[in-house]
């Protein structure tokens, strides 16, 4: 099975902040990568496919990007409502592994 | 829009079995994927399976291999997920997804159902 490895685990954030999300897979899975935000008491909200395209509907403050093992999510500047949880998720190889998390908090 | 209605909470007894249900609308059924994606209380995501609701087949979690069954009904745009001899640490919330794999490629979920708790207790 390909492992998912997320950093930091958490991290505190302040309005406006660039905030940046690293995943890394335990092998090559190309640009087979997506990112997912989950709120508490929701279902999680597909944010990024295949490593950097931006889901419809999706604020432009949000960006994906890496191939190959190492990948980022990157929120230019952070806004109230995106604080949450972010998970990333191979969708290269059976079984389709999530990472464990990011919490993403107010500072 | 599109939309995931799932089943209603369930307690279950250790060695029980529990079915969730998945109907779906505002798209075309038989274009997507159904993914299960599984949630512990205060845990991370993990995967389950998919099947195809366009021929019915599936892939599932090495994990689960044996245990689990999903099915899909197309008259009613309904999918289901049946999980066999519930031990507690299969206490979870139960999710349904939209998969934009429909029989093969990159799986991709962008639609998900409001999940369904299930809790087994003795």
């Known amino acids: 099975d390909i492992q998912m490895t997320q950093s930091p685990s958490s991290l505190s954030a302040s309005v406006g902040d660039r905030v940046t999300i690293t995943c890394r897979a335990s092998q090559s899975i190309a640009s087979f990568l997506n990112w997912y935000q989950q709120k508490p008491g929701k279902a999680p909200k597909l944010l990024i496919y295949?490593?950097?395209s931006l889901q419809s509907g999706v604020p432009s403050r949000f960006s994906g990007s890496g191939s190959g093992t190492d990948f980022t999510l990157t929120i230019s500047s952070q806004q109230p409502e995106d604080f949450a949880t972010y998970y990333c998720q191979q969708s290269y190889s059976n079984p389709f592994t999530f990472g464990p998390g990011t919490k993403v908090d107010i500072k | 829009q599109v939309q995931l209605v799932q089943s209603g909470a369930e307690v279950k007894k250790p060695g029980a079995s529990v079915k969730v249900s998945c109907k779906a609308s505002?798209?075309?059924?038989?274009?997507?994927?159904i993914s299960w994606v599984r949630q512990a209380p205060g845990q991370g995501l993990e995967w389950m399976g998919w099947i195809s609701t366009y021929n019915g087949n599936t892939n599932y979690t090495q994990k689960l291999q044996g245990r689990v069954t999903m099915t899909t009904d197309t008259s009613t745009s309904t999918a289901y997920m049946v999980l066999r001899s519930l031990r507690s640490d299969d206490t979870a919330v139960y999710y349904c997804?939209?998969?934009?794999?429909?029989?093969?490629?990159?799986?991709?979920?962008?639609?998900w159902g409001q999940g369904a708790l299930v809790t087994v207790s003795s």
């Open positions: 295949a490593a950097s």
């Open positions: 505002g798209y075309t059924f038989t274009s997507y994927g």
């Open positions: 997804a939209r998969d934009r794999r429909r029989t093969v490629g990159a799986t991709t979920i962008d639609y």
